[in-house]
């Protein structure tokens, strides 16, 4: 799939998604593109943001890569397994908006409602979601390339 096909597929359901969630539609693309590689991997589980666990006690065990100790090291994880990309989007905001740290508090608080999209990257690379030191980087240069600011506008 190319990338104007992928962004056509998701984008819509992001913005719309956006006004009830309040987290930047384009954030989510993004995280969808880095995450899934433009739809490619999903590991057969239709998880486009790569998290983790299970999905209605679905899952799916796949090669993954994480960066500790200042270098990357090839594992296994279990990812969540959803029946469509539609639902694996509704779930990251769900997810997003639902994950408590242990005082009680929203994890990615500071991701919900921000609409500065280069501050909404920071705030999710720093509540811990990738361990990547480059995600948020990665994440801006992605919605700069292509324009995903534009699904942050209002229709």
Not at 69 to 80: C, D, E, I, L, S
Not at 90 to 100: E, L, P
Not at 122 to 141: F, R, V
Request: hydrophobic content about 30%.
């Amino acid at each position: 799939m190319k990338p104007n096909e992928f962004i056509a597929k998701i984008g819509e359901f992001a913005r719309q998604d956006m006004q009830k969630s309040g987290i930047l539609a384009s954030l989510t693309i993004a995280q969808a593109i880095v995450e899934s590689g433009w739809g490619k991997y999903d590991c057969g589980g239709n998880n486009l943001f790569g998290i983790k666990g299970e999905y209605n006690g679905n899952f799916v065990e796949c090669p993954t890569k994480e960066y500790y100790n200042g270098q990357y090291a090839n594992t296994m994880g279990y990812f969540r397994k959803y029946p469509s990309w539609a639902e694996s989007l509704q779930d990251h905001s769900d997810f997003i908006k639902s994950v408590k740290l242990g005082d009680g508090s929203l994890r990615y608080k500071a991701v919900i409602g921000e609409t500065n999209y280069k501050k909404a990257c920071q705030a999710i690379k720093d509540a811990g979601y990738a361990t990547s030191p480059t995600y948020a980087q990665t994440l801006i240069n992605i919605i700069e390339q292509y324009n995903l600011y534009e699904f942050d506008k209002p229709q």
